[in-house]
């Protein structure tokens, strides 16, 4: 694994906080490093990692490792978003937030998530009016965007990020899910922002768009200059998952 650091080009103080690049996502999107450069320039006193290879909890471990300042924000290189996002996340002031985005397939989730009550298994929301405006306070988000305040570290249990296998042993826990489900079981809150969202790139941009007068959500999908907005389904996802965490896998930075 290669991890390349940028130290800022504001050295008049401490960091303020730490962006974290976990590279490599597929497809890459060039228009992220746009993204990011706006807002580096709202921030130009931050420490930035970029980390390589192929496991990212071991990437999000180490540049928690090496953080500064009082937050990391954890960023895949497969997204896009305003330039002024950070600043609105870090308005919120929550230990843990992140925005809403949307699964790279269909039907196009929230990544966010609840426990199923009595089960070991976990439902994804689907983006319906009945989701708050504003904060949803969650089990479960991806880790594309997420915020984390320097204190919740000093809270968790090492390692922070981790890949378990599941118990039927067919599948892994993603490292955002076994973070997010770290802070729960330490009284730590998880918050999504349901007003700043992020594009998530595959063949197309796919971003939640909701219509302020009726509360409808749609997916809003960019293809070659052009826009579609796509119905969200009223109603939960019935999508279950098994995400009870196992055996760790070994890794090795």
């Known amino acids: 694994m290669t991890q390349v650091e940028v130290r ?4 008049t103080g401490e960091p303020e906080g730490t962006i974290a690049v976990a590279t490599g996502s597929n497809p890459r999107c060039n228009s992220f ?3 990011l450069s706006a807002v580096l320039m709202r921030h130009p006193n931050v420490q930035y990692s970029r980390n390589e290879g192929l496991f990212t909890a071991v990437n999000r471990n180490n540049a928690v490792a090496k953080m500064k300042g009082d937050w990391i924000w954890f960023l895949d290189d497969d997204m896009q978003f305003p330039g002024d996002i950070l600043d609105k996340l870090l308005a919120r002031n929550k230990p843990v937030i ?5 699964m790279r397939y269909p039907p196009f989730n929230a990544i966010t998530a609840d426990p199923v009550e009595g089960e070991d298994k976990w439902y994804r929301h689907a983006l319906i009016p009945e989701l708050p405006k504003e904060l949803m306070r969650c089990g479960f988000l991806g880790g594309a965007g997420l915020l984390v305040r320097r204190e919740v570290f000093a809270q968790l249990e090492e390692p922070y990020f981790a890949q378990p296998l599941t118990p039927d042993m067919k599948d892994y826990v993603t490292d955002d899910y076994y973070f997010c489900k770290n802070c729960i079981d330490h009284g730590v809150e ?3 922002d349901m007003v700043n969202v992020m594009g998530h790139q595959t063949v197309c941009t796919l971003a939640p768009a909701r219509d302020p007068a009726t509360g409808q ?4 999908l960019v293809i070659g200059g052009k826009m579609y907005l796509l119905p969200q389904e009223p109603g939960k996802s019935v999508h279950k998952q098994d995400l009870t965490p196992g055996k760790p896998i070994p890794t090795k930075d």
Do not use: E, I, M, Q
Not at 98 to 102: H, K, M, N, R, W
């Open 98 to 102: 992140g925005p809403l985005y949307l």
């Open 8 to 11: 800022p080009t504001n050295r």
């Open 217 to 220: 959500w749609f997916t809003k």
């Open 190 to 192: 998880v918050w999504a």
């Open 33 to 35: 490093w746009d993204c």
